[in-house]
């Protein structure tokens, strides 16, 4: 395979799938564009405007009108870019446990994915980009040339989310954290509008026993087979 000109990476929580979008995109010098910032930006904006999440067409009004812009990271802190919403850096407020509570339920709306799939298929359609998310090879773009779906072990993925928020300084309780993320993993593989699910013409690529340099080395010997 000549280098892919769109890469679509998807997959469940903490699979691995955002580090490996973002380790590929440095080695390809593409963009890298996580899309899961996007749900998480419109249902911090929600949550902040007390915006019940369950009414469903003030939520979609929200993702229409909502300014996410997401660009090279201007702190060194941890982050892997800056999310800025309506002129405000919410890079880690989008973090949060009650956006983690509350991003599935908004983002099973239509309205706010037609808001999220439109911008995205735009960043997409510019060429040399790496996105991750969980429709990217089903919906977003479905012609990328390179389609992979990171899974990981529940155990695994419990695990690496806990030393996320461990190295931010923030309390944090295993079994709790895996049980939010099964949830949500549920939650996002059966809804009705553009499920979590392998594209038919994916890879798929399990991360348990490896580590991020191998997961890389993986994929891209997946491009040169
Ligand atoms: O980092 P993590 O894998 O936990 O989540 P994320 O990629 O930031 O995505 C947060 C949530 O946004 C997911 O649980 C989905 O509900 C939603 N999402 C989506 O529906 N479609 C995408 N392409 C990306 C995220």
Sequence with gaps: MSTPNVIAIDGPAASGKTTLARRLAE???????????MYRAVTLAALRQSVPVADQPAVEAIAESLEIDVRPPGLSDGRMYDVIVDGEDVTWAIRSRPVDAHVSQVSAYPGVRRAMTRRQREIGLRGKVVMA????????????DLKLYVVASQEERARRRYRELIDRGETADLEAI????????????????????????????????????????????LMES
């Design 178 to 221: 895996g049980e939010a993320m099964a949830a949500r993993d549920r939650f996002d593989a059966s809804r009705e509008l553009a499920p979590m699910r392998p594209a038919d013409d994916a890879h798929v690529l399990d991360t348990t026993a490896l580590t991020i340099d191998e997961a890389v080395e993986c994929a891209l010997g």
């Design 133 to 144: 998310g969980r429709d990217i090879g089903t919906v977003v773009l479905p012609e990328a």
């Design 27 to 37: 080695r390809l010098g593409y963009l890298f564009f996580d899309t899961g910032v």
